[in-house]
């Protein structure tokens, strides 16, 4: 393994690739410690650091949420403070509405040409994104959390500096969206996703220092609120849910499919047996990320509710169940807004018509279906059964870390590494870098990463 790593470097372009990207990343890692000089960054770090510490702060559970698809840092307001979430928003904006809207339905299908007016459309939106997003979020600061009071100092609370931290948090995202876009464009890997998985990462520290600071605590024997047990379970754990991560990521049902043969002069063309690959998560991380925000919702609610009245028990169990202790309510809500949004996605994303039509066009059959609705309706029936399997992993990887959490009362921010959407990003996008490596190495007629010797 570690001659191949050398291999990768000795490759001219792949080098200079690589060695960008991890420039640009650098520039990302810096920018995400650069502070806003208008606001108080000890006040907000303990304003932060209290809503964190408290089970039931429904806000600081959604922050955490979006700081971790955002690659963004709440805790120390910054000039990436709104990552690069509204960039992903418009792209899922224009993603859903390319789906049923017939201008942009025909962009879509204009392939480089549209795709890349559809990529001038986004921008355009991510701008005005930013500006409504960090207005409201500088305004939220000048308000303070929780009557903590004013988080902005004193001699900038005043609109003109609040409008100017709003354009800085602005040209802080569209700066990581550029970034973003020059790795895809001269580096390696996907820009945003990378970014994405950057942040992740950088919480990495912090969880092992929350491990080694509670082993120290309480030591390692048995029994301990770190023990050697546990650590060792938290361990095996981590490997085998990686594992699982890889198997059904990769996991695709192959259809098998047919040219039909034509006879040119003498020679006859076609008549090979091909397959059709149907990946098993068709949907990817979207499922996760779309029933996590819509649970936000019934926490805000119900913890509003519990407080106007507070006699009300049943209330309380409520706002207790989706905010801070997130038992079996919670998770049962979790994974059947995970299945219904695995199939939505997959409805999105997947035309069954378009497929068989294309099959079509090159003259490609299914064996045993004929061409046009037959195949189509076959397509959707394989669809709709691997959809099945692959919500149902979602649902797994998805419940582990509230699960992991509870049982063995560990932090939250450790047990987030053991699955939910912060793993399947990072084990997605590894995959997906390794497999764009290795077809560089290909073509150059060496081995891959991941082939044998």
Same mark, same amino acid.
């Given at each position: 393994?570690?001659t191949k790593?050398?291999?990768v470097?000795?490759?001219p372009e792949?080098?200079?690739k690589?060695?960008?990207?991890?420039?640009?990343l650098?520039?990302?890692?810096?920018?995400y410690?650069?502070?806003?000089?208008m +606001?108080?960054?000890?006040q907000?770090a303990?304003?932060?650091?209290?809503m964190?510490?408290?089970s039931g702060? !429904?806000?600081g559970? @959604?922050l955490?949420?979006?700081?971790?698809l955002s690659?963004?840092?709440?805790?120390?307001a910054?000039?990436?403070?709104l990552g690069i979430m $509204?960039?992903?928003?418009?792209?899922?904006?224009?993603q859903l509405?390319?789906?049923?809207?017939?201008?942009l339905?025909k962009l879509?299908?204009?392939?480089?040409?549209?795709?890349?007016?559809?990529?001038?459309?986004?921008?355009?939106a991510t701008?005005?994104?930013c500006?409504?997003q960090?207005?409201?979020?500088?305004?939220?600061?000048?308000? &303070?959390?929780?009557?903590s009071g004013?988080l902005?100092?004193?001699d /900038?609370n005043?609109l003109?500096?609040?409008?100017?931290?709003?354009?800085?948090?602005?040209?802080g995202?569209?700066?990581l969206?550029?970034i973003g876009e020059?790795?895809d464009?001269?580096?390696? !890997?996907? =820009?945003i996703?990378?970014?994405?998985?950057?942040?992740?990462?950088?919480r990495?520290p912090s969880?092992?220092?929350?491990?080694w600071s509670?082993?120290?605590?309480?030591?390692l024997a048995?029994?301990?609120?770190m023990?050697?047990?546990?650590i060792?379970?938290?361990?095996?754990?981590f490997?085998l849910?990686?594992l699982?991560?890889i198997?059904?990521?990769q996991a695709?049902?192959?259809?098998p499919t047919?040219?039909?043969?034509?006879v040119?002069?003498?020679? +006859?063309?076609g !008549?090979?047996?091909?397959?059709l690959p149907?990946?098993?998560?068709?949907? !990817? +991380?979207?499922?996760?990320?779309?029933?996590?925000?819509?649970?936000m919702f $019934?926490m805000?609610?119900?913890?509003?509710?519990?407080?106007a009245w507070s006699?009300?028990?049943?209330l309380?169990?409520?706002?207790?169940?989706? =905010?801070?202790?997130r038992g /079996?309510?919670y998770?049962?809500?979790y994974?059947?807004?995970i299945?219904? /949004?695995?199939y939505?996605?997959?409805?999105?994303?997947?035309?069954?018509?378009?497929?068989?039509?294309?099959?079509?066009?090159y003259?490609?059959?299914?064996?045993g279906?004929?061409p046009?609705?037959?195949?189509?309706?076959y397509l959707e029936?394989?669809?709709v059964?691997i959809?099945? +399997?692959?919500?149902?992993?979602?649902?797994?990887?998805?419940?582990? $870390?509230?699960?992991?959490?509870?049982v063995?009362?560990?932090?939250?921010?450790?047990?987030?590494?053991?699955? &939910?959407t912060s793993?399947?990003?990072?084990?997605?996008?590894g995959? *997906?870098? @390794?497999?764009?490596?290795?077809?560089h190495?290909v073509?150059r007629n060496?081995? &891959?990463l991941?082939e044998e *010797?």
């Open positions: 393994m570690f790593f050398i291999t470097f000795k490759i792949l080098r200079q690589i060695l960008l990207t991890l420039a640009l650098a520039v990302f890692r810096i920018g410690m650069i502070p806003l000089p +606001v108080n960054q000890a907000i303990k304003v932060f650091k209290d964190e510490e408290q702060s !429904g806000l559970s @959604v955490k949420m979006v700081q971790v690659a963004s840092s709440f805790g120390m910054t000039i990436f403070g $509204p960039y992903i928003s418009a792209s899922i904006i224009f509405l390319a789906s049923f809207y017939p201008p339905e879509q299908k204009e392939g480089e040409s549209g795709r890349k007016k559809i990529n001038e459309y986004t921008r355009y701008v005005f994104l500006l409504g960090s207005f409201m979020w500088v305004r939220q600061l000048a308000g &303070g959390f929780g009557g004013s902005l100092l004193d /900038f005043s003109w500096w609040q409008m100017l931290a709003a354009l800085i948090m602005t040209a995202t569209i700066l969206m550029w020059q790795i464009e001269y580096g390696i !890997g996907n =820009g996703s990378l970014l994405i998985m950057a942040g992740i990462l950088g990495l969880a092992i220092a929350s491990i509670a082993a120290k605590t309480g030591g048995l029994g301990s609120q023990g050697i047990e546990k060792l379970v938290l361990v095996a754990c490997v849910v990686i699982m991560v198997a059904v990521s695709q049902r192959r259809i047919q040219s039909a043969k034509h040119r002069g003498r020679r +006859v063309f !008549g090979h047996r091909q397959y149907l990946k098993v998560n068709q949907s !990817g +991380v979207m499922p996760i990320i779309f029933a996590s925000s819509l649970l $019934p805000f609610l119900f913890q509003q509710l519990a407080s006699g009300v028990d049943f309380q169990t409520l706002a207790s169940a989706f =905010g801070g202790e /079996f309510l998770n049962l809500c994974v059947v807004l299945y219904f /949004f695995c939505f996605w997959t409805a999105i994303i997947f035309n069954p018509n378009d497929m068989s039509n294309n099959l079509k066009d003259g490609s059959f299914i064996p279906y004929r046009g609705k037959r195949t189509a309706d029936r394989v669809m059964r959809t099945y +399997v692959g919500a149902a992993f979602l649902a797994v990887v998805a419940v582990i $870390p509230t699960v992991i959490a509870d063995m009362n560990i932090d939250m921010v450790v047990a987030s590494f053991f699955g &939910g793993l399947l990003i990072v084990v997605s996008v995959l *997906d870098l @390794v497999q764009k490596i290795d077809s190495l073509m060496y081995k &891959g991941m *010797d």
